[in-house]
């Protein structure tokens, strides 16, 4: 009779469980039972483990043999329990020591040729068995730098089951190629459970990292870029509406690069989210700028905020965790996915309810929306080039809820770019790295100010709490609460303009909010000139 035991982790959404595999050998026929809860993935697991333990050169135990999870009351999934469950098997049978099993946590998928593959979520494991104190971490050879990034632990990478039973046993160490193919495929996590095929995700390849545009490339559009300086700034949401062409995505796709790099711990929370999902690109185990998500018009509900049959896999929104959401054509998204974004741009997270659990995957990000003003595209109070219906355009219009707009901090029209912009010498607007540097100045102002406080920026405080503890200057308000009174803007939508003034007084560089910085949080809320300048840049 034999016992060994050993450690891996189990997932549930971004959070691990430190599991400890169990191995029990008894005289009697030759069998092999795996209990504590499996599912179909990790049943598998006992043919993928005889065979990579006889082909690494070991002896199979001729047995009973049982091997259990614990707890058994977790649900556990996935290919990541088969090193730990051979090693716990070959400690059974005393091929390996079983007391040297028994502090290691072991993640890895093995091959029949017993060969170590990587899976996902290796960083969110290997924090998770950090936070319950162990202090070795067996992973596959290829994720080795992402494990390392947890500190305080001493990470071993191995190609094959082969080496690592010859370091547990003090062996000379197998030489094993390097077999780049067993590298997680970057385009798996965009298959996310209910956009049928790869291409229902765009903008989230290893290329999403690849923030290379210049702000300057934007031709003229002075009140969107201003916008998108301030949704920068406070981590306000937008909604950018104009003609094709006029240079929506082109916005969109530049505001990811003047938000301030990512901190160690915002990175590792990205990190985890896209090391879950499958999407860290090769070489680049950490992600330490903001991300930049983009689904297609055609992603269901739980491609944009998660879910899907079997295991809950991270969504759009988590993707893009700490980053920005870009929704492009947004009228043409489904009303179902719209409205199931209100609960994460109020709580920044997202809980998905299972028969199996609850998995809460985080989900902070800046939303931009961009919609045409009617089906055509052409819709103008300057002009008359639109043929729609006026039914058609209302009923294009109202496919972005009350509710879901009510969210949104900034809403800015997008012009149609004229002739003499593109072609006038000198036009250029400032670059990234100005813009930027502006932005990175007033985040460091509102995280002055925001001083022992759980928020960091601006978009984050409560209006309750910015009326009774940061007040604007006297009388500043006063435009803002008659539009309250005649119905212009919501309770909620007068908070959000002290909070876009606040983020306009922190680019200024002011103290505190004056009338011109609520004037302009207000234009910029509503969309309706009210003749304040719009360069702030040059006000400042």
């Known amino acids: 009779m034999g016992f060994a035991r050993t450690c891996s982790v189990a997932l549930v959404g971004v959070d691990g469980v430190v599991v400890e595999v169990q191995a029990d050998l008894e005289p009697g026929i030759a069998a092999f039972t795996l209990v504590g809860l499996p599912d179909k993935s990790l049943t598998e697991s006992k043919d993928r483990v005889r065979a990579a333990v006889v082909n690494s050169g070991a002896e199979w135990p001729q047995k009973k043999l049982t091997v259990g999870l614990s707890p058994a009351s977790v649900p556990k999934s996935g290919s990541g329990f088969d090193l730990a469950i051979a090693c716990a098997a070959l400690g059974a049978c005393e091929r390996i020591d079983p007391r040297v099993l028994a502090d290691i946590v072991m993640i890895g998928e093995l091959g029949l040729d017993g060969r170590v593959r990587p ?52 062996e000379p160490v197998p030489d094993e190629e390097p077999d780049e193919r067993g590298r997680t495929d970057p385009l798996a996590g965009l298959r996310l459970p209910g956009t049928g095929a790869a291409t229902g995700m765009h903008g989230m390849g290893a290329g999403q990292y690849d923030h290379g545009h210049d702000l300057a490339d934007v031709v003229g559009q002075l009140s969107a870029r201003t916008a998108v300086e301030v949704a920068a700034a406070g981590g306000h949401h937008l909604f950018l509406e104009g003609p094709p062409g006029a240079g929506k995505t082109m916005l969109a796709e530049r505001l990811p690069a003047i938000l301030p790099p990512l901190g160690r711990g915002e990175s590792l929370e990205v990190t985890a989210v896209h090391s ?89 990000f800046l939303m931009v929306l961009a919609a045409n003003p009617c089906p055509c595209g052409r819709f103008s109070q300057r002009d008359s080039l639109c043929e729609c219906p006026p039914a058609a355009i209302r009923r294009y219009q109202a496919r972005l809820s009350g509710p879901l707009l ?111 910085d ?11 000139p009210r003749g304040v300048p719009m360069a702030i840049g040059v006000s400042a």
């Open 119 to 170: 899976v996902r979520g290796v960083l969110p494991a290997v924090l998770a068995a950090a936070d319950a104190g162990y202090e070795q971490v067996v992973v596959p050879e290829c994720a080795a730098a992402e494990a390392a990034l947890v500190p305080g632990v001493s990470v071993l990478g191995v190609r094959s089951l082969r080496q690592l039973v010859a370091v547990l046993t003090d």
């Open 518 to 528: 609520v004037t302009l949080a207000l234009q910029l809320r509503t969309g309706v």
């Open 406 to 516: 009510d969210r949104v901090d900034l809403r800015v029209e997008v012009d149609r770019v004229t002739r003499s912009q593109l072609t006038e010498r000198g036009a250029r607007g400032e670059s990234t790295e100005t813009v930027a540097d502006r932005v990175r100045s007033a985040r460091e102002r509102a995280a002055a100010r925001l001083t022992d406080t759980p928020w960091r920026t601006n978009s984050e405080v409560p209006g309750r709490e910015l009326r009774s503890r940061w007040h604007a200057a006297p009388g500043a308000m006063d435009e803002a609460e008659h539009s309250l009174e005649r119905g212009v803007l919501t309770a909620r939508g007068l908070d959000r303009v002290l909070r876009v003034a606040w983020t306009v007084a922190d680019l200024a560089g002011r103290d505190r909010p004056g009338t011109a």
């Open 276 to 364: 879950v999902a499958g999407l860290l690109p090769p070489g680049k185990p950490l992600v330490d700028v903001a991300p930049y998500c983009a689904p297609h018009h055609s992603s269901t509900m739980q491609a944009l905020v998660g879910g899907g049959q079997g295991v809950a896999r991270p969504g759009a929104v988590s993707l893009a965790h700490r980053g920005v959401l870009f929704l492009d054509e947004t009228p043409e998204f489904s009303s179902h996915a719209l409205d199931a974004l209100r609960q994460p741009l109020e709580s920044g997270h997202v809980v998905i309810a299972r028969s199996a659990g609850v998995v809460r995957f985080p989900a902070r």
